[in-house]
């Protein structure tokens, strides 16, 4: 420290020269807008996207309908990782398509290997039904068919 004159005597001046205020009432704001805005969006969620059974009916429909197109491509990408394995774009038909027109009967939701899927009851033209299991793998993919006896 120098001891020489000063160009001022008085000391710095302070910057602050008011009274802390407390802002607290900012952050709750804040936090309880993060709080509302979460649970809205879980609440909304189901609305844009449609219930686990409609997406499973809407997949399903989409998949029968392009096979039925012969579009092999789309119905390859709408297969799970285990039937996209398994099966070669031209297997899939064969795999999956009844004789004449399928209509969606029913959707019903079971436990497969410690999972939930959607098992969807599609009638065929000749009075057959099969069972196609739709899993949750980013989105709803078919992942299996059944013809139960």
Known sequence: MSTGPFLYDDGPAPLHTGT???RSGLLLALFG???VFAVLLV???PLLKGSPEQQARDSVGVFLKALAQGDTTTADEMLCEKEHARLRPDQIAGDYLGSGTGQIVRV???DVGGSTVAQV???WSDGATTRITVVGEN???VCGSSHPG
Request: proline share 11%; no cysteine.
């Open 20 to 22: 802390p205020r407390r």
């Open 33 to 35: 807008g993060t709080i």
């Open 43 to 45: 609440l909304f969620t």
């Open 108 to 110: 019903d939701r079971a």
């Open 121 to 123: 009851a599609v009638r």
């Open 139 to 141: 989105g709803p993919h």
